[in-house]
């Protein structure tokens, strides 16, 4: 069975950068996917990119390339996401999840999901 | 605008049947890539419902099934109760972008 936790929420200005973690527990953490899912208040579910800390490339969103950076910490089990220059409507709850996927350029479905961070960017 | 399409709304009396579709494209469900189902409570992450098209994790009552043909995938929910009132999203991969896309979600409520 595995357990992600993540980070506590987090209140940031517009321009700055936010860092999210999540730590995995039960499962082999370097063989398995770890994928980034936001949802803005109100909103759906948007997919912003992942990672398999064996391979470690990281595989994003179109959509975020160039502004987010996602880690992960073999020693620790734990993987990180970094949003860079913030605006107000990447105010949101983030989530990481595991991605089924064995492959680092292709996601497949998302089976355990941490609790989410609400990361809150505002002046 | 989200790549995979879902009504916004669905409803039913308890004890009947439902179906939520999600319509893509020929870069996604149409060239082949599986089609994985979420439901999210109010306030909680999502939670897988149906992988793979059409199946189930340990846990989820077979009330809840899923299929695919061509560019669309449909969710059904049988014997509808009032736990079952929540929101429900497709998932699938996109060659196109090389990454995971969502429906829009469908919120599904029970009379």
């Known amino acids: 069975q595995v357990h992600l936790v993540q980070s506590g929420a987090e209140v940031k200005k517009p321009g700055s950068s936010v860092k999210v973690s999540c730590k995995a527990s039960?499962?082999?953490?370097?063989?398995?996917?770890i994928t980034w899912v936001r949802q803005a208040p109100g909103q759906g579910l948007e997919w912003m990119g992942g990672?398999?800390?064996?391979?470690?490339?990281?595989n994003y969103a179109q959509k975020f390339q160039g502004r987010v950076t996602i880690t992960a910490d073999e020693s620790t089990s734990t993987a990180y996401m970094e949003l860079s220059s913030l605006g107000s409507d990447d105010t949101a709850v983030y989530y990481c999840?595991?991605?089924?996927?064995?492959?680092?350029?292709?996601?497949?479905?998302?089976?355990?999901w941490g609790q989410g961070t609400l990361v809150t960017v505002s002046s | 605008q989200s790549v995979l399409t879902q009504p916004p709304s669905v409803s039913g009396a308890p004890g009947r049947r439902i179906t939520i579709s999600c319509t893509g494209s020929?870069?996604?469900?149409?060239?082949?890539?599986?089609v994985h189902w979420y439901q999210q409570l109010p306030g909680t992450a999502p939670k897988l419902l149906i992988y793979?098209?059409?199946n189930r994790p340990s846990g989820v009552p077979d009330r809840f099934s899923g299929s695919k043909s061509g560019t669309s995938a449909s969710l059904a929910i049988t014997g509808l109760q009032a736990e079952d009132e929540a929101d429900y999203y497709c998932?699938?991969?996109?060659?196109?972008?090389?990454?995971?896309?969502f429906g829009g979600g469908t919120k599904l409520t029970v009379l």
């Open positions: 990672i398999i800390p064996m391979f470690g490339t990281p």
């Open positions: 999840a595991r991605d089924n996927s064995g492959d680092p350029k292709q996601t497949y479905f998302f089976d355990y």
């Open positions: 998932q699938s991969y996109d060659s196109s972008l090389s990454g995971s896309v």
């Open positions: 039960g499962g082999t953490f370097r063989t398995y996917a």
């Open positions: 020929t870069s996604n469900i149409g060239a082949g890539y599986d």
């Open positions: 793979a098209n059409t």
